[in-house]
């Protein structure tokens, strides 16, 4: 082999090594992500996170965040209109009819039988 073939040699053997090295941009981003997996994501993003119930329980161990669905708010009757309104309210099969599907959860902490708040 001649000196220039040797030269022509020695520099592409060192230019493919030092190509190597350099990272391929599109080998380093990820897929774009399906709908059903951006639906996933976005759930499992929704709510609140559990509160710390560290010393909410007084002297009672374990203490651990549970939800717990909470109580509806009922106003307090003043007109004749209202007192209907709260007699609707009394009947159970009523309670659902305007938001059937909304069931508010809060976070209490909770020690054998009892709950203690936040």
């Given at each position: 082999m001649n000196s220039l073939t040797h030269a022509v040699l020695l520099a592409t053997s060192l230019l493919l090594s030092l190509l190597s090295l350099i990272p391929v941009?599109?080998?380093?981003?990820?897929?774009?992500?399906?709908?059903?997996?951006?639906?996933?994501?976005?759930?499992?993003?929704?709510?609140?996170?559990?509160?710390?119930?560290?010393?909410?329980?007084?002297?009672?161990?374990?203490?651990?965040?549970v939800q717990l669905p909470t109580l509806p708010f009922r106003p307090n009757p003043v007109s004749p209109s209202r007192v209907r309104e709260a007699h609707q309210m009394d009947d159970p099969s009523s309670y659902g009819n305007q938001y059937s599907n909304y069931?508010?959860?809060?976070?209490?902490?909770?020690?054998?039988?009892?709950?203690?708040?936040?």
């Open positions: 941009s599109c080998l380093d981003k990820s897929p774009l992500p399906s709908p059903e997996g951006m639906l996933l994501e976005q759930k499992i993003r929704l709510g609140s996170t559990p509160p710390s119930c560290h010393n909410r329980c007084i002297q009672c161990n374990p203490c651990t965040a069931k508010p959860l809060g976070w209490k902490c909770s020690c054998g039988d009892h709950l203690y708040n936040p």
